[in-house]
């Protein structure tokens, strides 16, 4: 019996994944003009999904419309950085104090985490670092035991990633400095010392309010 055709998802659906996944990696990139007619043709489909997928990513804040002209990539721009940046600390430090004592696998997912950095900066591949990043932030977020605060973390995904690639391709040597900065965070987590791992975040998320402002450290 022949096995059964693997079902594509909804034009439109492909057509928004295609876009966010770029804008997210920084293929396209801030002040980029996306016209309806390249993206049907780069997806193969018509342009009734695209204008559809397009007018979700607005709402969503990556991209501006301007009819009879496409579709504008919104840039990152320096106060987007700094309200995530304050929201991310006012999460993460609650967060990581309450995810000391850690459970077991808690520190072996973070291990693991860590160890996919390695891979990934090792290979140059900075979206695929980002991701990796971000995921070690939330497990730990997602360990603190708040199912509303996890949420809340969650919506600061696309805003995340996009930013964290940008800071690596601005500053590449940030890619080192991330994986040793996480590996402080998780070396307090597993001592238990809930105070330490607070200051080890706060100074991580400090470096990219620094950054933003012109400062390196």
């Known amino acids: 019996m022949p096995a059964a055709p693997v079902k594509r998802p909804p034009a439109a659906d492909r057509v928004y994944t295609h876009v966010k996944q770029a804008v997210l990696d920084r293929r396209y990139e801030g002040g980029t ?10 997806v193969g489909v018509s342009r009734t999904p695209v204008r559809e997928a397009l007018l979700k990513l607005e ?38 104090r309450r995810a000391v004592p850690a459970p077991a696998v808690l520190v072996a997912r973070l291990e693991e985490l860590l160890a996919e ?29 708040n199912d509303i605060l996890s949420r809340l973390y969650d919506q600061l995904r696309d805003r995340q990633l996009r930013m964290g ?24 987590i597993k001592a238990g010392d809930a105070e330490g791992a607070a200051a080890c975040v706060r100074g991580h998320l400090g470096r990219v309010e620094d950054l933003v402002r012109g400062e390196t450290r």
């Open 117 to 145: 950095q390695r891979r990934h900066a090792d290979a140059g591949d900075l979206a695929a670092f980002a991701v990796s990043d971000r995921c070690f932030h939330a497990e730990i977020v997602k360990h603190a035991g």
């Open 59 to 96: 709402v969503e804040g990556l991209i501006k419309l301007y009819p009879k002209k496409g579709a504008l990539v919104l840039a990152v721009s320096a106060q987007e950085i700094r309200d995530v940046v304050e929201t991310r600390l006012l999460v993460e430090e609650f967060a990581v």
């Open 165 to 188: 690639v940008a800071m690596m391709q601005a500053l590449p040597d940030r890619i080192t400095r991330n994986h040793d900065e996480h590996a402080e965070i998780l070396e307090r």
């Open 33 to 42: 003009l996306l016209t309806e007619g390249e993206l049907a043709e780069a």
